[in-house]
């Protein structure tokens, strides 16, 4: 996955007059004579055209056109178009190995993920009991249970607990995440230090928030190379959404024009079928980010008033 910071990309770029004083003053004594409103309409002029040769702002300007022109396709469909869209696509049927995240289950195939893939970030997006029902195996120690113990193919793993604690947002959210470090130790000396995210309250083939959480848990899974592994339980719903999310993230950042959501969702499912599950969640993924680029104030006045708009239907549709 791309590198780049998100701040590098989209942040304002502010042209400075690096000039000496003496060059300044030399301007000075050019503009006597000259009215003020001539002498800052050549000011303004001479500006531009240093903002238009400074290829990182051009870099910024291409980025913007890119996310308007998302945004506004997301806006003209609205929350009900994008919902109509979800209903009628068909979903994927090849199961072809995901590359950027693995998705598992299975009991202790999680650990062993971890241990084979050098795994450094794990995002579990279920309960171990979710209305009564068994959703996921205890694969993470807890302070409890300090230390746990797999076999797999003749091979033992070990898990070892290191510490745990509530996540404190950098920006308000209603999320509850445990993040928990351990310690997976395997054959040959093996050794990996893994942080796991425990999401408590995303329902199942419901939404949570659509604050800023799930993005700032995949900036801090960004700055790994190796695979994050994410998984509810059935893997398509909760993790197809964040899998969409992050896909979408990657083309922003790396500078690639963003696709149209429907055409990334059928790449995913032929990837991993039937994810994301429920209108919901398709809301859900376009609403992160409409939030997010009016985060880093992408909107101009007219935009703004239909993201409102866009926000009050969606809250309408999930509730």
Request: glycine share 6%; aromatic share 8%; proline share 2%.
């Amino acid at each position: 996955m791309s590198k780049i910071s998100r701040l590098s990309l989209l942040k304002e770029v502010v042209v400075k007059d690096n000039s000496s004083k003496m060059s300044k003053d030399k301007g000075r004594r050019k503009t006597r004579g000259k009215s003020r409103e001539q002498a800052k309409t050549e000011k303004e002029g001479s500006q531009k055209t240093m903002a238009a040769e400074d290829p990182t702002n051009v870099e910024r300007k291409t980025q913007r056109k890119q996310i308007v022109k998302f945004v506004k396709s997301v806006l003209e469909k609205g929350p009900q178009g994008l919902r109509s869209e979800f209903a009628s696509m068909k979903r994927g049927n090849d199961f072809e190995k995901m590359k950027a995240f693995k998705s598992a289950q299975e009991n202790g195939k999680i650990v062993t993920k971890t241990s084979d893939e050098q795994v450094e970030h794990i995002f579990m997006l279920c309960n171990l009991l979710e209305k009564g029902a068994k959703k996921c195996f205890e694969y993470f120690p807890s302070k409890d249970k300090g230390t746990l113990e797999f076999e797999d193919k003749d091979q033992k793993i070990t898990v070892k607990f290191e510490s745990s604690n509530e996540m404190k947002f950098e920006k308000s959210s209603k999320a509850k995440v445990i993040e928990t470090v351990f310690l997976v130790e395997g054959p040959g000396g093996m050794s990996q230090k893994t942080t796991h995210y425990h999401w408590v309250d995303w329902p199942d083939r419901g939404v949570p928030a659509a604050d800023m959480a799930i993005l700032e848990l995949l900036a801090k899974a960004r700055v790994s190379k190796a695979p994050i592994v994410v998984h509810c339980s059935a893997g398509i719903g909760r993790t197809g959404s964040v899998v969409m999310i992050e896909y979408i993230m990657d083309q922003l950042l790396s500078g690639q024009q963003i696709e149209e959501s429907d055409k990334i969702l059928v790449k995913i499912r032929e990837q991993r079928n039937n994810s994301i599950q429920t209108d919901q969640q398709y809301l859900f993924v376009h609403q992160i980010l409409m939030n997010y680029f009016l985060e880093k104030k992408l909107f101009d006045k007219e935009i703004k008033e239909a993201h409102l708009q866009f926000t009050n239907q969606y809250l309408k549709c999930v509730q």
